[in-house]
């Protein structure tokens, strides 16, 4: 598998519904990414088409933001801050 840093990382855990709906686990690995789709390499039943829990927000206050474990994260664009800061 290829496509840069995202495919050189190691396995993650990709959770998911599994057909008698109990919440599911299994490890895979993350090649290329657009932020939206993301390729993945597992087991046979992380296939294509595979509805995937992408974040849990809990509590009354929805705080969390919810965010895609397989992208990259951004680095702060523009100067550095002055410095004491």
């Given amino acids: 598998m290829s496509g840069g840093?995202?495919?050189s990382r190691g396995p993650t855990l990709l959770w998911f519904l599994d057909d008698s709906g109990k919440v599911t686990a299994r490890p895979v690995r993350a090649g290329i990414t657009d932020g939206q789709y993301t390729?993945?390499?597992g087991p046979a039943?992380?296939?294509e088409g595979?509805?995937?829990i992408a974040a849990i927000v809990g509590g009354s206050s929805a705080t969390t933001?919810?965010?895609n474990?397989?992208?990259q994260t951004q680095q702060r664009q523009g100067p550095p801050p002055p410095p004491g800061m």
């Fill in 5 to 7: 840093p995202a495919g």
């Fill in 39 to 41: 390729q993945v390499e």
């Fill in 45 to 47: 039943e992380v296939k």
């Fill in 50 to 52: 595979l509805q995937v």
């Fill in 65 to 67: 933001t919810p965010s």
């Fill in 69 to 71: 474990p397989f992208q």
